[in-house]
Structures are given as structure tokens and as C-alpha cells.
């Protein structure tokens, strides 16, 4: 089965600040890769997927944004974080062949 | 648009009892259908899906398209079936997943 590294665990940022999460892949290849985002009171959204390295679909407009520079390597990004940023996002891998999808740990972000 | 709903957003049990929680969902067409279960301090993982038909620590669950629901049950609750436990589908496209918003069980001893 797969194993999905997500960090880091928690995080507090400043309005304004820069975001960078970082998400890798063990036991697959050219998986789908997914990052979801829980705020308070709501269930798991998805944020972007990726069918392959540099192809990246966003289902929500937002703040944030994705790459997948290698092919089991997901990356969220902001350039300035906003307060309704705030939330628990999770990465996920599926593989093409299955309907499975494997999470991380997830991480905590709370922006101040 | 595909949506899931999870009732419940609490569900407390005595051990011994019943269990069910309860899920639905809208979608046009042929979807597939999960649970997914978190335990504290540990990652969310699939608990069963409805192609497999199987039982899995005792619970099942029953895909019913005419009422378009998929509860999960279980027939005698256990202390470690305490957790946060997610309906999920999927439709024709990349594996992506419309969660329900969770519902927590906490089964009393």
C-alpha cells in the first residue's frame, strides 16, 4: 500500500505570510494526487488534483495554489495567506488502477 | 452536483448497541461510495466501499440507489469503534472524492 509524508504537522502563520506544504508519495507511481482542506464546521473539500507532473486542476477559486514539480511530489502554495485560510488540509494519493485513496497526516495551519 | 450528507454530526452509543450513521447522496449517474474512518491520532483511512461488499470489523454498509443512501451499520458496538467517520463518493473522474461533513461516534462502556 501506499505511504503519504505530509509536513509539517502544525502551523501558524501571519497574515501575509508566504505558505509552502509539502506532500510525498511512497509505494506507487504516477499516482493522482489530491489536497483537501477541512475548515471549522465543514466537511473536506477538494482543493486541486494532479494526474501527472505539472498538471494541476483547481476545483475552487482561492488564495492557493499547487505544482507537482516531480511525479510523487505535491506542493501547496500561497503567496500571502489570508485568515479564512485557516483549516486542516490533507494530501491524498490514489492509485490510477484503484479507487483507494491514501492520506497524510494532514496539517494544521492557523493564520493570525 | 454530486453532495453527501451525513446527518449526524455527533453519535453516541453504549457498547453492546446498534449502530447505525447515516449517509446520502445526490449524484447523476453511477458513483461509488466509501467510508472512511479516522481514529484519534491516526490518518484517514478507508474503512469499506460498496464494491466490495464486504464486512469490515463488523460493519456494513448497503449502497440503496432508489433512496440513494449508504448507511453504515454495525450490530454490536465496541469502545474502539470510537472515531470520526466519513461517507465519500467518487464519480467517473480522477479518483476525486465529495466527503459528507463527518460524523463522531463515541461509544460509551
Known amino acids: 500500500s501506499q505511504t503519504i509524508h505530509q509536513w509539517p504537522a502544525t502551523l501558524v502563520q501571519p497574515v501575509g505570510s508566504p505558505l509552502s506544504l509539502e506532500c510525498t508519495v511512497e509505494g506507487t507511481s504516477n499516482p493522482n494526487l489530491y489536497w483537501y482542506r477541512q475548515a471549522a464546521g465543514r466537511g473536506l473539500q477538494l482543493l486541486f488534483y494532479?494526474?501527472?507532473?505539472?498538471?494541476i486542476s483547481s476545483e475552487v477559486p482561492q488564495n492557493l495554489s499547487a505544482s507537482r514539480p516531480q511525479d510523487r511530489q505535491f506542493i501547496l502554495s500561497s503567496k500571502k495567506l489570508l485568515l479564512s485560510d485557516s483549516g486542516f488540509y490533507l494530501c491524498?494519493?490514489?492509485?490510477?488502477?484503484?479507487?483507494?485513496?491514501?492520506f497524510g497526516q494532514g496539517t494544521r495551519l492557523t493564520v493570525v | 452536483a454530486q453532495r453527501v450528507t451525513q446527518p449526524e454530526k455527533l453519535l453516541s452509543v453504549f457498547k453492546g448497541a446498534p449502530v447505525e450513521l447515516k449517509c446520502n447522496y445526490s449524484y447523476s449517474g453511477s458513483p461509488e461510495l466509501f467510508w472512511y474512518v479516522q481514529y484519534s491520532r491516526q490518518r484517514l483511512q478507508l474503512l469499506l466501499r460498496?464494491?466490495s461488499r464486504e464486512s469490515i470489523k463488523g460493519f456494513t454498509a448497503d449502497l440503496n440507489k432508489g433512496e440513494t443512501s449508504f448507511h453504515l451499520k454495525k450490530p454490536f458496538a465496541q469502545e474502539e469503534d470510537s472515531a470520526m467517520y466519513y461517507c465519500?463518493?467518487?464519480?467517473?473522474?480522477?479518483?476525486?472524492?465529495?466527503f459528507g461533513q463527518g460524523t463522531i461516534l463515541t461509544v460509551h462502556p
Open positions: 465519500a463518493l467518487t464519480g467517473t473522474s480522477y479518483g476525486k472524492l465529495t
Open positions: 494532479s494526474v501527472g507532473i505539472g498538471q
Open positions: 491524498a494519493s490514489v492509485h490510477r488502477e484503484d479507487t483507494e485513496a491514501f
Open positions: 460498496h464494491i
